[in-house]
């Protein structure tokens, strides 16, 4: 069975750094693009960042682009997100998704549960 | 970037009713078109892929249809498990882009 668990989320004041994760079981880590897809409280979905599943090509939205950084262990089978300069603008709860290509392009096929960030003082 | 509209915004339906949500990009996207559903306080669940495939797992009720730049997703017969708030993604390139979301409520 896929899963995905996220953990890290938490208060952070404006300013500061989190890190998050995400923990792969049930498939192959490797063979499978990651993304980041965040949501606001009472907003709608957004997507964050995409890493390939070689960690040779990385995608940032221009939100968040040079503040936040993806990374991944395929051994450790965790998926990261790096949160710097935080904003209260980027409250949010935190998905990982992992990607499946199909026609040459990945759609999210599974989701994680979920890691609520807060920045505020 | 490839603007997502879906319509309408919110709906209210009863148990039974046939419901069509419209999602449309600014620009032909082929069928790299997703719809997801997200009940309160879940994870987002993939329903569709490429605009017209079926999830593993996800009842047939659930139906995608389109290409280009306008899509439907149709749910043919609302059960108390479907109120919930429906999503459409492109994914030809990136950035990758959601619609505003389709609430759909019991009436």
């Known amino acids: 069975e896929v899963q995905l668990l996220e953990s890290g989320g938490g208060l952070v004041q404006p300013g500061g750094s989190l890190r998050l994760s995400c923990a792969g079981s049930?498939?192959?880590?490797?063979?499978?693009?990651m993304t980041w897809v965040r949501q606001a409280p009472g907003k709608g979905l957004e997507w964050v960042s995409t890493?390939?599943?070689?960690?040779?090509?990385?995608f940032y939205a221009d939100s968040v682009r040079g503040r936040f950084t993806v990374s991944r262990d395929n051994s450790g089978k965790t998926l990261y997100l790096q949160l710097n300069s935080l904003r209260a603008e980027d409250t949010a709860v935190y998905y990982c998704a992992r990607s499946f290509v199909v026609d040459d392009r990945g759609y999210f096929d599974f989701w994680g549960q979920g890691a609520l960030v807060t920045v505020s003082t | 970037d490839i603007q997502m509209t879906q319509s309408p915004s919110s709906l209210s339906a009863a148990v039974g009713d046939r419901v069509i949500i419209t999602c449309r990009a600014s620009q032909g996207i082929g069928n790299y078109l997703a719809w997801f559903q997200q009940r309160p306080g879940k994870a987002p669940k993939t329903l569709i892929y490429a605009a017209s495939s079926l999830q593993s797992g996800v009842p047939s009720k659930f139906s995608g249809s389109g290409s280009g730049t306008d899509f439907t997703l149709t749910i043919s017969s609302l059960q108390p498990e479907d109120f919930a708030t429906y999503y459409c993604q492109q994914y030809v390139t990136y950035p990758l882009t959601f619609g505003g979301g389709t609430r759909v409520q019991v009436k």
């Open positions: 890493i390939a599943s070689d960690a040779s090509a990385t």
């Open positions: 049930g498939f192959t880590f490797g063979n499978h693009a």
